[in-house]
């Protein structure tokens, strides 16, 4: 059975720095993997897909990186402002696309101006 | 891009009172949804998916005469608390994917059973 991990649970960093937010799984044959984002009360917005095939994917201030092999991946926000202040998660598929989400626990940051 | 939308964003119920919730797939059509249930400061929970002309299928431990699920269309499916009490009062949420691409998620919706 697929177990999705992030670590640490919470991050508070100061406005202007760099971060990585770090995500692993267990079973490392996945369909994709996808970041969001959920801000309190909210549901959730999609931020980034890697798709089994691709390394990495870019959306202006965010990267996320997959390894496969070793069940990682890694959500960077450059430059990080306090509008970044959300919870993030990080889903894989049970099986392909379309098929249920096993989700991360999420990690909680707070970007103190 | 793709667009799901559920409704209400909020619902205060009686005790004992059945609440229905919806989730819309905007701009494509989605033959599977999802629901899922987010407890405080917790991840979601996969609840059931929604099967466009067919039965949902349940999680184990989830209620399906409690938690009725209806996905008439390929654009529409609805969950339904029934007599609902104070245990239920959560944080519901669907989810549509297209066939290959990312899972997109309503707004999600706070049931509170008073």
């Known amino acids: 059975k697929q177990e999705v991990t992030q670590i640490p649970a919470a991050l508070s960093v100061p406005e202007g720095e760099n971060l990585v937010l770090n995500c692993s799984f267990t079973?490392?044959?996945?369909?994709?993997l996808q970041w969001f984002r959920q801000d309190p009360g909210k549901g959730l917005t999609s931020l980034l897909l890697?798709?089994?095939?691709?390394r990495e994917q870019t959306s202006g201030r965010l990267n996320a990186s997959l390894d496969k092999s070793s069940g990682r991946s890694t959500l960077y926000i450059a430059a990080s402002q306090p509008g970044d202040s959300a919870t993030y998660l990080c889903?894989?598929?049970?099986?392909?696309?379309?098929?249920?989400?096993?989700f991360g626990k999420g990690i909680t940051l707070s970007v103190r101006p | 891009g793709a667009v799901v939308s559920q409704h209400p964003s909020w619902v205060i119920c009686k005790s004992g009172t059945s609440v229905k919730i919806e989730c819309r797939s905007l701009?494509?059509?989605?033959?599977?949804m999802f629901w899922y249930r987010q407890f405080p400061k917790q991840s979601l929970m996969l609840m059931a998916t929604?099967?466009?002309?067919?039965?949902?299928?349940?999680e184990q431990g989830v209620e399906k005469d409690k938690f009725l699920i209806n996905h008439a269309s390929l654009t529409l499916s609805t969950l339904t608390v029934t007599s609902a009490h104070p245990e239920d009062s959560s944080f519901y949420i669907c989810?549509?994917?297209?066939?290959?691409?990312?899972?997109?998620f309503g707004q999600g919706t706070r049931l509170t059973v008073v």
């Open positions: 989810s549509a994917s297209r066939r290959t691409t990312e899972a997109f």
């Open positions: 079973d490392s044959a996945i369909y994709n």
């Open positions: 890697i798709q089994s095939s691709q």
């Open positions: 889903a894989v598929p049970e099986t392909g696309a379309n098929s249920k989400l096993t």
């Open positions: 701009d494509f059509q989605a033959t599977t």
């Open positions: 929604s099967n466009e002309g067919s039965k949902a299928t349940y």
